[in-house]
């Protein structure tokens, strides 16, 4: 069993950053592919980010390319998000997936385990 805690989120304004972390309760956390999700009011859930076992592959969406950057820190068996010029389109709530396997992918449905989710929230 592995448990996911986001923490990070917050209220900022357009044009700000935030950093996001997920901290994993599990001794294999370098086994596991991170990825980060979000869901926006209304909407249904939607990829955002994912970084290999290893580190070494990362994939993002296309709205957010070049903003976002994943990393994770297998000694503190956490992943990060650091999200740059943010926008209001990016509100949302954020949340930390990992999968038992060790390449990148966008399909929710390859991810086994969820956090509970941190909310973003971007101003005008």
């Known amino acids: 069993q592995v448990q996911l805690v986001e923490s990070g989120g917050g209220l900022v304004q357009a044009g700000g950053s935030l950093r996001l972390s997920c901290a994993a309760s599990?001794?294999?956390?370098?086994?596991?592919?991170m990825g980060w999700f979000r869901q926006a009011p209304g909407k249904e859930r939607e990829f955002v980010a994912a970084?290999?076992?290893?580190?070494?592959?990362?994939y993002y969406a296309d709205s957010v390319k070049g903003r976002f950057t994943i990393s994770r820190d297998d000694a503190k068996n956490t992943v990060s998000l650091q999200m740059n010029s943010l926008k209001t389109d990016d509100t949302a709530v954020y949340y930390c997936?990992?999968?038992?396997?060790?390449?990148?992918?966008?399909?929710?449905?390859?991810?086994?385990?969820w956090g509970q989710g941190t909310q973003v929230t971007v101003s005008s």
């Open positions: 599990v001794r294999t956390f370098r086994t596991y592919a």
């Open positions: 997936a990992a999968r038992n396997s060790t390449g990148v992918t966008t399909t929710i449905g390859s991810y086994l385990y």
């Open positions: 970084i290999s076992w290893s580190g070494g592959s990362t």
